[in-house]
């Protein structure tokens, strides 16, 4: 299948300076219109006794079968302040959501159609991707007043292949900014590698070293319009705050690997049963 780029050289060129590429009106309005539509019948539809809560700093949904099995389904995590002392929602269901993953891109005809579109296969190729595919995707809520911290981190520790190929796509569904937490990077930080890897074992996930100390300093806010794309190199070191304002803030995230002249590491987390389908190959 032929794909052309559609990225231009001072883009490229900045994504390979700075680690990260905003790329304003990715997605229209009616696409995202779209998709915010469709996971509110996601929500409307589950059912809350049967998903867990999702946090980057303990990591405890780790160990459990749900999380693990949410690679290949559509699985629902709360946010860790959602419930009260007795266990109870403090608000509404889909006020309570912290993300639904991992495999919208893949079960679900509307996040499909987004995934699986032109742009982002050209977007790809110009990236040098050969045969891609979509290893995961995640709908952020950022809830207002709780949408949780994600604490510094790099896409590669997770997401391991040999050589590394992971790439994030975040895509704003609203308006981000460091109000209602945004994302925030450290610009360059790709070009220093990877410093530590996320690893499944028998008795299950941990980091193989301890988390670096970063000085808030060298983070500088990436606030983007809805339909902005954030292209995120899988060695920079990002992160968002907690969500302190009256307002949500939406994402879809998808994270793509080659396939073509790496290896995807077995004790990454991810460990499917079926084989992915490449977006393309080259």
Known sequence: MGIVGNLSSEQLQSFHSQGYLVIESFASPEEIESMRNRVDQLLDEFDCSTSVIFSTKNHSHARDNYFYDSAENISFFFEEKAFDDEGKLKQLKKLSINKVGHALHELDPVFRKFSCSDKVSSLLSSLGYKRPVIIQSMYIFKQPGIGGEVVPHQDNSFLYTEPQTCTGLWLALEDATVRN?????IPGSHKKG????????????????PSPSYEQKDFVPIEVQAGSLVVIHGDLI?????????????AYSLHVVDTVGCKWAEDNWIRRMRELEPLYSS
């Open 181 to 185: 937490g945004c994302l925030w990077a």
């Open 194 to 209: 990877l410093v530590r890897r996320f690893i499944r074992g028998n008795e299950g996930v941990y980091f193989d070293q």
């Open 238 to 250: 990002h992160q968002s705050f907690e969500n302190q304002s009256s307002e949500s803030r939406h």
